[in-house]
């Protein structure tokens, strides 16, 4: 028999998990009703602090300043919010074993919890080195960054190595706003990645060369077309130098690796229908179950925007599908229908004195405008994406409010574009006149 049921169970305690919870409240969950179960041992919070101001040394974020739902400018959830509304919040709880057509889930302690509807939001857990074989791949002091559990393991090493040398691996958003924090903890930073320029996944050559001259002008070395193959460890097991593909050898006090992540779908494997790599879902984010939901990074949802199925591994996606799916589990209830997921998508990163956000899709022909140099003091830079004619993403460094929401919205209304080179001449003022 299961030693606790409840009618609705979220599982997992991250950004998604903390936004459904909210939208419970909202929606008139009754005392007693919900459950939250997460591994990690605090409540939600909003994990994109963890690779920004957690780590800074002055104006430094900690618990409970950035629980959900400050992010999206929102009241915190604090602890005592969960025990006011009646949602058992249950956390440093593993599940270990999800049964799907029994409605069981199974703790790494042995508990068990029934729930009539379930909502995954497991998220993602990070790629390894140790994964490949990297030999040395074990050594003390190199990380990796999903939970606060290893930011903090991160702030202890830089404080104990205070001044030293960090090499980053990879060169996408953990890589570039590692890079920056370890700089502004005064370290010797390096980072080294496989691709001919950083963030290749969303950034142009063009947009790519101005973050890599601005760090480099930070004194950080940029290291490209090679991969980390070893690591060299002292006596105590801690590492001291990564070995690359190239043959140089790099000296390392600290190690940080962001190589990526894996939506955490592995306890459902089998029991749900899966694409993408995700949970599928329909526009409610309900799943081929009828009584289970994927929210957040595990689930692959169709974008309506763009007729496709996709998953998307954001925060801004993750508060959204959470809400989406707990207005639909209660408008189903009550018989009612609601709209459709539109999702626009929004990405965002912060190092540095910089901010840069990206609205749209990142396809077709480019073109880059403003001042992207990136010694100038007055640096302020963007590209939009055009496909078919029209304008589908758009990108801006150091945009103001109006501006970031100007380029918002060229990217949802995708107005034609005549010319490219017209398009690169008037820049930011096109997106101002939508
Ligand atoms: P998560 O927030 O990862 O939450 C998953 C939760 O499930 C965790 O609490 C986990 O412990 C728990 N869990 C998993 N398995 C189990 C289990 N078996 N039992 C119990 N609990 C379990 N996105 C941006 O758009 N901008 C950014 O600047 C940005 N910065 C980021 C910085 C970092 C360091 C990281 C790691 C991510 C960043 N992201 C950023 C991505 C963004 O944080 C994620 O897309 C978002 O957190 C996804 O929300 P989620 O709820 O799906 O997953």
């Known amino acids: 028999m299961p030693e606790k049921s409840f009618k609705y169970v979220i599982l997992g305690g991250g950004v998604a998990a903390g936004y459904a919870a909210r939208e419970f409240a909202k929606q008139g969950v009754k005392p007693g009703e919900l459950a939250l179960i997460s591994k990690e041992a605090v409540a939600p919070y909003e994990r994109p602090a963890l690779s920004k101001a957690y780590l800074f040394p002055e104006g430094t974020a900690r618990l409970p300043g950035f629980h959900v739902c400050v992010g999206s400018g929102g009241e915190r ?33 042995g508990e068990s919890f029934a729930y009539e ?33 290893d930011a903090d393991k991160l702030v202890e090493a830089i404080k104990a190595k205070k001044n030293g040398k960090a090499v980053v691996v990879g060169g996408g958003y953990i890589g570039l706003e590692l890079s920056a924090a370890l700089k502004v903890n005064n370290y010797d930073v390096s980072m080294v990645y496989p691709e001919p320029w950083c963030m290749p996944r969303l950034f142009t050559a063009g947009i790519a060369a101005f973050y890599e001259g601005y760090y480099a002008n930070k004194g950080i070395k940029i ?43 592995t306890l459902f494997k089998g029991q749900v229908e899966e694409e993408k790599g ?75 004195d910089l901010s840069w956000q990206f609205y749209g899709d990142n396809v077709g022909e480019t073109v880059l405008f403003g001042d992207n140099d990136p010694s ?33 919205k060229v990217a949802r209304a995708q107005p034609p574009a005549n010319s490219l080179d017209e398009l690169a001449k008037e820049g930011l003022s096109f997106a101002s006149k939508i």
């Open 77 to 109: 959830l604090l602890p005592e919010w969960y025990t006011e509304k009646g949602i058992s919040l249950i956390l440093s709880t593993e599940i270990v074993k999800a049964d799907l057509p029994s409605k069981t889930l199974t703790s790494a302690a």
């Open 376 to 408: 100038s003091s007055s640096h302020k830079f963007g590209s939009y994406w055009i496909k078919d004619g029209k304008v589908v993403g758009a990108f801006l460094e150091s945009g103001t409010p109006d501006e970031n929401k100007a380029i918002a």
């Open 223 to 265: 290291i490209k077309g090679t991969v980390a193959v070893g690591f060299g460890t002292n006596e105590k097991g801690e590492v001291k130098d990564v070995k690359l593909k190239d043959g140089r050898v790099l000296e390392a006090d600290i190690v940080v690796v962001g190589v990526g992540g894996k939506p955490l779908t």
């Open 278 to 352: 995700g949970i599928k879902t329909d526009a409610f984010f309900k799943t081929n179950l009828p009584d289970v939901y994927a929210v957040g990074d595990v689930a692959t949802f169709p974008m309506k925007l763009y007729n496709e199925m996709r998953r998307v591994e954001h925060v801004d996606h993750a508060r959204k599908s959470a809400e989406q799916a707990v207005k639909a589990i209660f408008a189903s209830e009550q018989g009612k229908a609601i709209d459709e997921y539109d999702y626009l998508p929004y990405f965002y990163s912060r190092a540095f």
């Open 117 to 149: 509807i379930l909502i995954i939001a497991t998220g993602s857990t990070v790629i390894r080195l140790s994964d490949f074989g990297v030999q040395g791949a074990d050594a003390k002091n190199i990380f990796y960054l999903r939970e606060i559990d």
